[in-house]
C-alpha cells in the first residue's frame, strides 16, 4: 500500500526567503503530482513528474522527484505572499484492470508573511 | 479548458437522511474519483469509476456508494448520512495516459446534524 508523507505540515515564512517541502513515499511511484489549494477553493495541477531526475519549473515554485530515494521536492524561491497555500504531493498507482489513482499526503500549509 | 462541476457548493442534511452529491465533467475523461478532504487527514478517495458502470472502493469506500450510469456523470450517494460524514467533498476526473491528470471539482462542503 502506498503511503505519502509531507513535511513540514506548517510553514510560516518571509517574503525573500527560500525553503523547500519534502514529499516521502513508502513503495514504488514513477509518477509524483504536485497540487496547490488556497483557502476555500479546489485543487489546482501544478507539476506532473513523470520519471527519476525529472525537474519541473514554473515560476517561484520548482519541483523534483527522486525515484530511488522514494523523494520528491517543491522548492521555493524567493517567496512572495501570493504563494500561500495548502501544497499537497501525491504518488501514483496503476492497476492493470481499472483506473489509475492517487495516494495524496497531507498537505504543507504554506504562509509568507511581509 | 476542463471544466469539473459539483452540483451543490454547500450542503446541511439531518442525520439519517439520504444525500446525493452529483459531479459532471465535460471533457469525455474515462476516470472519475471521489475524495473527502478532513483537516489534517489529507485528501482520502471514497470510491472511483474507470468506465460508465464500472466502480471501485478506494480507502474509505463505509458508508457510501456510487453510480455512474454515463461517462459524464459520477454520483456520491450516502445513504443514511452520519455526523462523521461532515466533510468536504471533492470529485476529480482524468482520462488515461502517460500524463494523465486528475482535475478537480469546487467541492461540496457538507454538513450533517
Known amino acids: 500500500e502506498l503511503k505519502v508523507e509531507q513535511n513540514p505540515l506548517f510553514l510560516s515564512m518571509q517574503e525573500g526567503k527560500n525553503y523547500t517541502i519534502y514529499c516521502n513515499y513508502s513503495t514504488t511511484s514513477d509518477r509524483l503530482y504536485w497540487y496547490r489549494q488556497d483557502p476555500g477553493k479546489s485543487l489546482e495541477s501544478l507539476f506532473v513528474l513523470l520519471s527519476n531526475g525529472a525537474v519541473k519549473q514554473e515560476g517561484r515554485l520548482m519541483a523534483s522527484l527522486d525515484t530511488k530515494a522514494r523523494l520528491s521536492t517543491l522548492h521555493i524561491t524567493a517567496a512572495v505572499h501570493d504563494l500561500s497555500a495548502t501544497y499537497f504531493c501525491a504518488g501514483y498507482r496503476l492497476k492493470e484492470t481499472s483506473g489509475s489513482r492517487l495516494t495524496f499526503g497531507e498537505g504543507t500549509q504554506l504562509t509568507v508573511n511581509p | 479548458d476542463v471544466k469539473v462541476t459539483q452540483s451543490s457548493r454547500y450542503l446541511v442534511k439531518r442525520t439519517g437522511e439520504k444525500v446525493f452529491l452529483e459531479c459532471v465533467q465535460d471533457?469525455?475523461?474515462?476516470?472519475m474519483f471521489w475524495y473527502r478532504q478532513d483537516p489534517g487527514l489529507g485528501l482520502r478517495l471514497i470510491y472511483f469509476?474507470?468506465?460508465?458502470?464500472?466502480?471501485e472502493k478506494g480507502d474509505i469506500p463505509e458508508g457510501y456508494s456510487v453510480s455512474r450510469e454515463k461517462k459524464e456523470r459520477f454520483s456520491l450517494i450516502l445513504e443514511s448520512a452520519s455526523t462523521n460524514q461532515t466533510s468536504m467533498y471533492l470529485c476529480a476526473s482524468s482520462s488515461r495516459g502517460r500524463r494523465e491528470t486528475q482535475y478537480f471539482g469546487p467541492g461540496t462542503r457538507l454538513l450533517v446534524l
Open positions: 471533457m469525455d475523461h474515462e476516470n
Open positions: 469509476s474507470y468506465d460508465v458502470k464500472m466502480k
